[in-house]
């Protein structure tokens, strides 16, 4: 079946610092790939996706790049502030005929300190 | 323009109870999604409704079941309560079940059973 693995938080950084997330997921087929945020008392937000491979997916400063060979999908962000404190969690879906469903991450945990 | 909006917000209930949550679409979207997401984990797909049938099925017992009405409004009911069903549970709207369009999320109900 499909699995998403992501790094295990909390990270903790200061402002300012470079952010990775490292995801890799298990899919056969050709996944579409995501990252969410969740803000604290609140859903799910996407952030960023990706559809095919050596996609590259940005919003909001964050990046990540679909990396068939090494089936990963690693989020980044140059320069982070104290609002990206969030939960971060990596996705994938299979495009099928009948119905769908998201496959999620364990989430990461990410505390960005003034 | 309101997005995915559900009820209640937070609830309790105790064991072997029933319970009901709502969820309307975004507007425009007919396709309802619901996952569990229980504390520091990433969440869990239900179920999907399109068309008002439920069209995939995660790996959740019978006592988790739904309703999609005209209106693509959805229901998720879960029956004779365990302590192991407390979580904040998300539905996620979309204007197609294949998966090719982003699924939007509500804020979720949390749901505590004692």
């Known amino acids: 079946g499909n699995s998403v693995t992501q790094m295990e938080g909390p990270v903790t950084l200061s402002e300012e610092a470079f952010l990775t997330i490292n995801c890799t997921y298990t899919?056969?087929?050709?996944?579409?790939l995501f990252w969410y945020v969740q803000y604290p008392g609140e859903g799910l937000q996407l952030l960023l996706k990706?559809?095919?491979?050596?996609d590259k997916g940005s919003n909001k400063g964050f990046e990540a790049t679909y990396r068939k060979e090494t089936t990963s999908f690693h989020l980044e962000k140059g320069s982070v502030q104290v609002s990206d404190s969030a939960v971060y969690f990596c996705a994938l879906i299979r495009i099928k005929a009948a119905g769908n469903k998201l496959t999620f991450g364990g989430g990461t945990r990410v505390l960005v300190k003034p | 323009d309101a997005g995915v909006t559900q009820s209640p917000t937070h609830l309790i209930k105790t064991r072997g109870q029933q319970v009901t949550l709502r969820c309307s679409p975004k507007s425009g979207h007919d396709t309802v999604s619901w996952y569990q997401q229980a504390l520091g984990q990433g969440p869990q797909f239900i179920f999907q409704?399109?068309?008002?049938?439920?069209?995939q099925r995660g790996n959740f017992p019978d006592r988790f079941s739904g309703h999609q009405f005209p209106n693509y409004s959805s229901e998720l009911n879960v029956n004779a309560l365990l302590l192991g069903d407390s979580a904040l549970y998300l539905c996620a709207s979309s204007w197609d079940s294949s998966g090719a369009n982003v699924l939007t999320f509500g804020a979720g109900s949390r749901l505590t059973v004692l």
């Open positions: 409704y399109y068309e008002e049938e439920e069209r």
């Open positions: 899919a056969t087929g050709y996944p579409s």
């Open positions: 990706a559809t095919k491979a050596d």
